[in-house]
C-alpha cells in the first residue's frame, strides 16, 4: 500500500553541490508532478510529466531539471544547489490531469 | 489563468465550534474543485473535491464544501471542530488545458481546547 514514495526524507547539502530527488508511485498513474512548498507560499508547480518519456515546465522552473524514463519514476534534479532552494518538496501523481493528485510524504532540503 | 484564493493564512476556531475556511475561485471554464488537509510532517491528503453534479459536497472527517457558481465559491465547512483537525487546508482548482492544479497559499487551523 505504498502509493507515492519519495527519496531521501532529509538532506542538507552545500551551496553549489548537486543532487537528485526521486519520486516513485505504484498505482499506474499517468500524471506525475514536484512542487515545493515554503511558509506563506502555499504549493509551487515545478516540472510535471503527463506521461512516460515527457516533462513540462511549472511555475519556478528555474534551476531544476527532471526526467520520466519510466512511467512509475519521476527523477527531480539540482545541478548546482543555491539558498534559495532550501524548501519542502513534494511529489505528487494522478491518474488524469483532472483527477486527484496523491502526495508524498516529502523531502526536506537545507541548502547551506 | 485559473487561480485560487484562501484568505487568512492562520485560523482559529475552537474545540466544539463551527470550522470554515474560504475558498474564492476564476476560472473561464466550469472548474474542477479540491480540497486537501495536510498534517505536520506529511504530504497532502485528499479531503473532498467538485467535479460535476451536487453542489454540496461530503468528504471525510466530516467535512463538506458547497460549491456556488454565482459566488466563485468553495467554502469548507465542518459543523464541530475537533482537536484532531489541527492542520493546514489548501483549496485547489484545476487548470484547464494544462492539466495541472492551482493551489491556494493554504489556511492554518489551530483547535483551542
Known amino acids: 500500500n505504498a502509493g507515492v514514495t519519495q527519496t531521501p526524507k532529509f538532506r542538507v547539502l552545500k551551496t553549489g553541490q548537486s543532487m537528485t530527488l526521486l519520486c516513485a508511485q505504484d498505482?499506474?498513474?499517468?500524471?506525475m508532478y514536484w512542487y515545493r512548498q515554503d511558509p506563506g507560499m502555499g504549493l509551487r508547480l515545478i516540472h510535471y510529466?503527463?506521461?512516460?518519456?515527457?516533462?513540462a515546465k511549472g511555475e519556478v522552473p528555474d534551476g531544476y531539471n527532471v526526467s520520466r524514463l519510466k512511467k512509475q519514476n519521476f527523477l527531480l534534479g539540482l545541478e548546482s544547489a543555491a539558498p534559495s532552494q532550501t524548501s519542502v518538496y513534494f511529489c505528487?501523481?494522478?491518474?488524469?490531469?483532472?483527477?486527484?493528485?496523491?502526495f508524498g510524504d516529502g523531502t526536506r532540503l537545507s541548502i547551506l | 489563468a485559473q487561480s485560487v484564493t484562501q484568505l487568512g493564512s492562520h485560523v482559529s476556531v475552537s474545540e466544539g465550534a463551527l470550522v470554515l475556511l474560504r475558498c474564492n475561485y476564476s476560472?473561464?471554464?466550469?472548474?474542477?474543485l479540491f480540497w486537501y488537509v495536510q498534517y505536520p510532517n506529511q504530504g497532502l491528503q485528499l479531503l473532498l473535491k467538485?467535479?460535476?453534479?451536487?453542489?454540496l459536497v461530503k468528504g471525510i472527517n466530516g467535512f463538506e464544501a458547497e460549491f456556488k457558481k454565482s459566488e466563485t465559491s468553495f467554502h469548507l465547512t465542518k459543523p464541530s471542530a475537533h482537536m484532531s483537525d489541527a492542520a493546514e487546508y489548501f483549496c485547489?482548482?484545476?487548470?484547464?488545458?494544462?492539466?495541472?492544479?492551482?493551489f491556494g497559499k493554504g489556511n492554518q487551523v489551530v483547535v483551542i481546547p
Open positions: 505528487a501523481s494522478s491518474k488524469q490531469g483532472n483527477q486527484p493528485q496523491h
Open positions: 498505482m499506474n498513474h499517468e500524471y
Open positions: 510529466s503527463v506521461g512516460e518519456g515527457t516533462t
Open positions: 476560472s473561464s471554464v466550469p472548474p474542477y
Open positions: 467538485y467535479t460535476t453534479g451536487a453542489t
Open positions: 485547489a482548482v484545476r487548470v484547464y488545458g494544462n492539466n495541472r492544479l492551482a
